[in-house]
């Protein structure tokens, strides 16, 4: 055995539960309240033209629901396209989101939306029937409105940081992250990286940052390139660097390779996510199920945890009705 081996069997000795090789995953099911979106970012494989799709029956997500609860689903991602701020449209599609969300928390789920950008009364409101919520900044360059964001009002830095800055006010424990592979460089990646950190130290909220490499699907408006597998370990690297501890970085892993995903472990990552049927944003890649990521990352001591959407530290943030429902879900989970 190597000298580093030796030292990690020590180390392992005087680590009862290994905890330090804990991969977490959340199981999660996505609803979609609508694919219209007013917005053409050129990446995206999910939008269609407003008014081109219906928008998903509460009906349907009634009876679905107590379905993915008897399954052992606990997280409902609520990922929907975007009706413009100032539409007459926009406050039936935001009446839309909130009943999906309240019908989870009834069906006794635990509801995560990304909506987009919210005005900051959206939020307070969503904060009600949410146990947290998200948004990517993207990148915080502005080189991109110009490029793949020309047609995307919604991704201007400003308004993706904004948004971080609302949560922390509003006490949201949030998901957020970096979109790698647009044609930004890695200095720009520090820059994002930066502006999180910049707005967690005030906050205390960012409970995780995904760094999800660009993937092109069947359906984007204009072909792009996938990040390679190297350069996303080095974003792990930069994100460990610069983002604070206490922040878990998160991997897609649909979109990684088994040794990108070991590769990815071994400079920091320690999340992989919402794993579920299917992936809404990238449909051309699948999701391995949960076994079979156990399958690939045991072999190297990791061991793979299911956790809820929203991270210990932040239970107490919730307003009550929602605290006794993580509370329930903790103790489910450590049953199990
Ligand atoms: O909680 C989130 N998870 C996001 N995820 C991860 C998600 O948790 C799962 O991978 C599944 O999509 C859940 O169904 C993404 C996955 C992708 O392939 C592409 C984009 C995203 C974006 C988000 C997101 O904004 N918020
Ligand atoms: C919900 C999130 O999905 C991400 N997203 C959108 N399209 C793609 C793609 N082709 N590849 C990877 N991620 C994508 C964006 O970061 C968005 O904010
Ligand atoms: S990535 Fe989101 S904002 Fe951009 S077009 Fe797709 S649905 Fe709309």
């Not at 008897?70 to 989101?97: K, N, T, Y």
Request: net charge negative; aromatic share 6%; charged share 20%.
């Amino acid at each position: 055995m190597d000298q580093a081996g030796v030292v990690n069997s020590i180390s392992d000795l005087l680590t009862p539960n290994r905890s330090h090789r804990v991969v977490t995953y959340s199981r999660a099911y996505t609803l979609v309240p609508t694919y219209e979106c007013f917005n053409r970012c050129t990446y995206c494989n999910f939008r269609v033209d407003p008014g081109q799709s219906p928008w998903l029956s509460l009906e349907h997500v009634a009876q679905q629901l107590p379905i993915l609860r008897s399954q052992g689903v606990c997280e409902v991602l609520v990922l929907s396209g975007e009706v413009a701020p100032h539409s007459p449209r926009r406050d039936g599609w935001f009446r839309h989101i909130y009943q999906i969300c309240e019908l989870a928390l009834e069906a006794g789920l635990l509801p995560h939306t990304n909506a987009g950008p919210l005005s900051r009364d959206e939020m307070a409101q969503l904060r009600q029937v949410n146990v947290s919520m998200g948004l990517m900044v993207e990148q915080v360059t502005p080189k991109l409105l110009d490029t793949v964001h020309r047609h995307a009002p919604s991704k201007r830095p400003e308004v993706r940081l904004q948004q971080l800055t609302w949560a922390g006010e509003l006490g949201v424990p949030f998901t957020t992250g970096l979109l790698l592979g647009l044609g930004e460089s890695e200095a720009d990646w520090v820059d994002s990286l930066r502006a999180i950190a910049t707005i967690q130290t005030r906050h205390g909220h960012i409970q995780e940052v995904i760094l999800q490499p660009h993937s092109p699907g069947q359906q984007q408006l204009q072909p792009g390139m996938a990040l390679d597998e190297a350069a996303l370990v080095r974003a792990v690297h930069l994100a460990r660097e610069f983002l604070p501890p206490e922040v878990t970085i998160q991997i897609p892993p649909n979109l990684v390779s088994h040794k990108g995903l070991l590769d990815c472990l071994t400079a920091g990552a320690r999340d992989l996510g919402g794993i579920s049927p299917m992936d809404e944003v990238n449909p051309d890649y699948e999701h391995p199920t949960p076994e079979s990521l156990e399958a690939a990352i045991a072999p190297s001591s990791w061991q793979l945890q299911p956790r809820l959407p929203i991270y210990p530290q932040y239970d107490t943030w919730l307003p009550d009705p929602l605290q006794s429902l993580v509370k329930a879900w903790r103790n489910s989970l450590n049953n199990l």
